[in-house]
């Protein structure tokens, strides 16, 4: 039977579940002509080549992008011929990437769905992905265990992610190229956010690295310098921030 305490905290998580929603629902127009942008900029090749680098080559992979946003992942994969789910928790977002994907003349499946409980059936993609999400989560534990669920004995995880909150609460958010269009509201919003979620103030990524090796995955490894490769210039897509890339292989056992 559940608890008055553990029914408090599932009520708390889902008010701010709610608050996230909200928060990208308002900036869906706004960052679908980011990421639009990104997709037709440099970073469309630079991503490319990071992403296929960890996938075997001429072999079509089902892969589950999870967090997708407007698909910018979903686009660039399914552009390589590869079986691409991409799942938010906002539907305007998912929305947003079906436009792009018709736009491009491109196929991948988009479903708005919570990253912490998956509707898929254990070991169903080969690659599980996702970008500037696990910051958002209120239960990250509880999503990497799902993302590990569903992977294939031997499917890789790629998470690329930063310490935002920790960045942000120092320096604050006006300044930053990714934030010219937020509003002033929309950035007091990002930084409230902030403060509910404990992984905010975790040490990551050495976090994540030890929760994915309890959990049972193999080759755990982060790199903290990836930023430097994946944004050689400064411009609108760059993060002033070290970005960190965490890539763990799903134990053949379980």
Same mark, same amino acid.
């Given at each position: 039977?559940?608890?008055?305490?553990?029914?408090?905290?599932?009520?708390?998580?889902?008010?701010?579940?709610?608050?996230?929603?909200?928060?990208?629902?308002?900036?869906?127009?706004?960052?679908?002509?980011?990421?639009?942008?990104?997709?037709?900029?440099?970073?469309?090749?630079?991503?490319?080549?990071?992403?296929?680098?960890?996938? =075997? #080559?001429?072999?079509? !992979?089902?892969?589950?992008? @999870?967090?997708?946003?407007? %698909?910018?992942?979903?686009?660039?994969? &399914? $552009?390589?011929?590869?079986?691409?789910?991409?799942?938010?928790?906002?539907?305007?977002?998912?929305?947003?990437?079906?436009?792009?994907?018709?736009?491009?003349?491109?196929?991948?499946?988009?479903?708005?769905?919570?990253?912490?409980?998956?509707?898929?059936?254990?070991?169903?993609?080969?690659?599980?992905?996702?970008?500037?999400?696990?910051?958002?989560?209120?239960? =990250? #534990?509880?999503?990497? !265990?799902?993302?590990?669920? @569903?992977?294939?004995?031997? %499917?890789?995880?790629?998470?690329?992610? &930063? $310490?935002?909150?920790?960045?942000?609460?120092?320096?604050?958010?006006?300044?930053?190229?990714?934030?010219?269009?937020?509003?002033?509201?929309?950035?007091?919003?990002?930084?409230?956010?902030?403060?509910?979620?404990?992984?905010?103030?975790?040490?990551?990524?050495?976090?994540?690295?030890?929760?994915?090796?309890?959990?049972?995955?193999?080759?755990?490894?982060?790199?903290?310098?990836?930023?430097?490769?994946?944004?050689?210039?400064?411009?609108?897509?760059?993060?002033?921030?070290?970005?960190?890339?965490?890539?763990?292989?799903?134990?053949?056992?379980?």
């Amino acid at each position: 039977m559940e608890t008055l305490a553990q029914r408090d905290l599932r009520m708390d998580a889902a008010a701010v579940k709610s608050r996230i929603v909200k928060y990208w629902d308002g900036r869906s127009d706004r960052f679908m002509i980011q990421r639009e942008e990104e997709l037709q900029s440099g970073q469309h090749r630079i991503w490319k080549q990071e992403l296929l680098s960890h996938l =075997p #080559r001429k072999k079509e !992979r089902k892969i589950l992008d @999870v967090g997708c946003g407007c %698909g910018f992942f979903s686009l660039i994969l &399914a $552009e390589q011929g590869h079986d691409v789910t991409g799942i938010d928790l906002t539907e305007s977002m998912i929305e947003r990437g079906r436009i792009l994907a018709e736009k491009h003349g491109l196929h991948a499946a988009f479903q708005q769905m919570d990253a912490e409980k998956l509707a898929f059936a254990d070991g169903t993609f080969d690659a599980v992905i996702s970008r500037n999400l696990t910051w958002t989560l209120p239960h =990250p #534990r509880e999503a990497y !265990r799902e993302w590990i669920r @569903v992977l294939k004995p031997g %499917g890789i995880l790629l998470n690329y992610d &930063a $310490e935002h909150a920790r960045y942000h609460q120092s320096h604050g958010l006006e300044g930053e190229e990714a934030h010219k269009m937020l509003s002033q509201g929309q950035m007091d919003e990002c930084m409230a956010i902030y403060g509910m979620l404990p992984i905010s103030g975790w040490k990551r990524p050495d976090w994540d690295v030890l929760f994915l090796k309890q959990a049972g995955c193999s080759r755990v490894e982060a790199d903290k310098t990836i930023g430097t490769k994946l944004f050689p210039h400064e411009d609108q897509f760059c993060t002033p921030y070290p970005i960190f890339r965490i890539q763990a292989v799903k134990d053949r056992s379980l």
